[in-house]
């Protein structure tokens, strides 16, 4: 199972759409998703992002998914690129294989001074 974290803010392209256009990007975003969510893949929820959050990031938009493989993670990916969803967001992604709270918590104890990559065990 994936975890998928998109955060983003709008462009200046995606202020220069009509709201016509803005609403089609959407509509034919859900006719994509559609595939994916009859795969397993389920949207845990959209938000915008708090101002008040402390340590907060740049991004706005927040949304986040729960996918049973890498392939359905690959599968959102080339669905952003193939509707020019970067053209119109500045965007900002996480993604990993979850993990059991334990197993996370052990990798962090464990870490090595001399690691040089967040990919070491």
Same mark, same amino acid.
């Given at each position: #199972?994936?975890?998928y974290i998109e955060m983003w803010n709008v462009t200046?392209?995606?202020?220069?759409?009509?709201?016509e256009k803005r609403r089609k990007v959407?509509?034919? #975003?859900?006719d994509r998703i559609k595939e994916m969510k009859d795969r397993g893949v389920e949207n845990l929820g959209w938000a915008l992002n708090d101002e008040?959050?402390?340590y907060r990031s740049d991004y706005r938009y927040i949304t986040v998914w729960k996918m049973p493989s890498k392939d359905e993670v690959k599968m959102l990916e080339e669905n952003l690129e193939s509707?020019?969803?970067y053209k119109?967001?500045?965007?900002a992604n996480s993604r990993g294989e979850m993990l059991a709270r334990d197993k996370a918590i052990d990798f962090l104890v464990n870490i090595k001074e001399t690691s040089t990559s967040f990919l070491d065990a």
């Open positions: #199972m994936y975890l200046r392209e995606w202020l220069k759409l009509s709201v959407f509509t034919d #975003m859900e008040h959050t402390p509707v020019g969803w119109y967001f500045s965007q």
